[in-house]
């Protein structure tokens, strides 16, 4: 009989995705510090959830979505973006809008993806610049 994975397994425990959900936030920041970005606010939460960097790149306001995966073997760290989270980074975008009303009237959300090698270093980091745009105001 053949051992199949549990989800769990192949996933982490929950304290394991939180540190990698940590880690991926970290490097992230300091790479969209690096391409110039100013970091205004990191884990931003609304009742609909967690914006994990809200930047400015120039004079547009960015909500960036940060998706690291330990290696490649569940598939890469931008195809964990399903069809729902968009929607909802939509939403976390709008309701960010709102409480903030002074914001600068252009924005976009970006996608960093990280690959994590085993060394926890980033074996890929990928910017995607406006991934969802969808919706958006």
Same mark, same amino acid.
């Given at each position: 009989?053949?051992?199949?994975?549990s989800?769990? +397994?192949?996933?982490?425990t929950?304290?394991?995705?939180?540190?990698?959900g940590? @880690?991926?936030?970290?490097?992230?920041?300091?790479? @969209?510090?690096?391409?110039?970005?100013?970091?205004?606010?990191? +884990?931003?939460?609304t009742?609909?959830?967690?914006?994990d #960097?809200?930047? !400015?790149?120039?004079?547009?306001?960015?909500?960036?979505?940060?998706r690291? =995966?330990?290696? =490649?073997?569940?598939? @890469?760290?931008?195809?964990?973006?399903?069809?729902? /989270? =968009?929607?909802?980074?939509?939403? @976390?975008?709008?309701?960010?809008?709102?409480a903030?009303?002074?914001?600068?009237?252009?924005?976009r #959300?970006?996608?960093?993806?990280?690959?994590?090698?085993?060394?926890? +270093?980033?074996?890929? !980091?990928? !910017?995607? /610049?406006?991934?969802?745009?969808?919706?958006?105001?």
């Amino acid at each position: 009989m053949t051992d199949i994975p549990s989800r769990r +397994n192949a996933r982490g425990t929950p304290g394991e995705r939180q540190e990698t959900g940590r @880690l991926g936030e970290q490097m992230a920041a300091r790479y @969209l510090q690096s391409l110039g970005y100013a970091i205004v606010e990191t +884990n931003y939460r609304t009742r609909f959830g967690e914006i994990d #960097i809200v930047a !400015l790149d120039g004079d547009v306001l960015v909500f960036v979505e940060v998706r690291a =995966r330990h290696g =490649r073997s569940f598939g @890469l760290a931008e195809e964990s973006l399903t069809p729902r /989270k =968009r929607e909802r980074l939509v939403q @976390l975008s709008e309701c960010y809008l709102q409480a903030h009303p002074t914001s600068p009237p252009a924005c976009r #959300i970006d996608v960093v993806a990280i690959a994590l090698g085993s060394a926890g +270093n980033a074996d890929d !980091l990928q !910017l995607i /610049k406006g991934a969802i745009v969808q919706g958006l105001a």
